[in-house]
């Protein structure tokens, strides 16, 4: 992995060996992850598919993620892997059908954005990502804000743009990004047509659409990029 060894990754290891809540805040999203799980298991051929949780923090969201599966189909096998903790620091997988990156890339030095990008996007071209647009509230060991890298949404949207067959942005808070990268379009076509009728993200019913244009006049409407 060329990712693996960032300018702050020994800062986290030691936030990551104490005690406390951080790295658990991907799990607020496992309704909107799991709803993209499901459009993507019903457009592929019978079987299980991968799921790796790339930079997964605390796990809190596999964990959650793993328990909707059980009370489903089973038709998904999930993984871990983060460099900042000892259990996870081994990369399970090559290939995935599908990899999870929430609020990882802004805690990058600029110069190490790409390297990540690469290393996810060998492993599947399937990946959904969400990225804070602000200064975060903690600090490092070392006095340094923990997000390195703070840019608007459109800046992180060209700069996944290359690595990306298709890109489609979802809804957001103002403050943060969340983008689908598909290798099929029909996959983005599919979550923003379920998220219309309701089946995902009823509270945002009405707030999709396919349009393209600028990002960020488009706070809180999905589109495909």
């Not at 658990?24 to 459009?39: C, F, N, P, Q, Y």
């Not at 509230?137 to 608007?152: D, F, M, R, W």
């Amino acid at each position: 992995m060329k990712s693996q060894d960032t300018r702050n990754l020994d800062q986290y290891r030691e936030i990551y060996s104490q005690p406390g809540t951080y790295g658990k805040s991907s799990a607020r999203k496992a309704d909107e992850v799991w709803g993209i799980l499901t459009a993507l298991a019903a457009l592929e051929a019978e079987g299980q598919l991968s799921v790796l949780d790339f930079g997964c923090g605390r796990s809190n969201l596999i964990d959650l993620l793993e328990e909707k599966d059980a009370a489903a189909d089973q038709r998904f096998a999930f993984h871990r892997y983060d460099p900042a903790i000892p259990e996870y620091s081994s990369c399970p997988l090559t290939e995935a059908d599908f990899v999870i990156n929430t609020d990882v890339l802004e805690h990058l030095d600029e110069n190490e954005i790409d390297l990540l990008l690469t290393d996810i996007f060998r492993i599947s071209g399937n990946c959904y990502f969400r990225v804070s647009t602000r200064a975060a509230k903690t600090i490092l060991p070392s006095g340094e804000n923990a997000h390195a890298t703070v840019q608007n949404s459109d800046w992180w949207v060209a700069r996944m743009r290359p690595y990306a067959k298709h890109l489609t942005v979802l809804p957001s808070k103002p403050d943060q990004l969340i983008v689908l990268a598909h290798e099929r379009p029909e996959l983005g076509a599919a979550v923003l047509k379920s998220s219309k009728g309701g089946g995902l993200w009823t509270r945002l019913k009405g707030l999709f659409a396919a349009k393209t244009g600028d990002v960020s006049k488009r706070r809180g409407k999905g589109a495909q990029a």
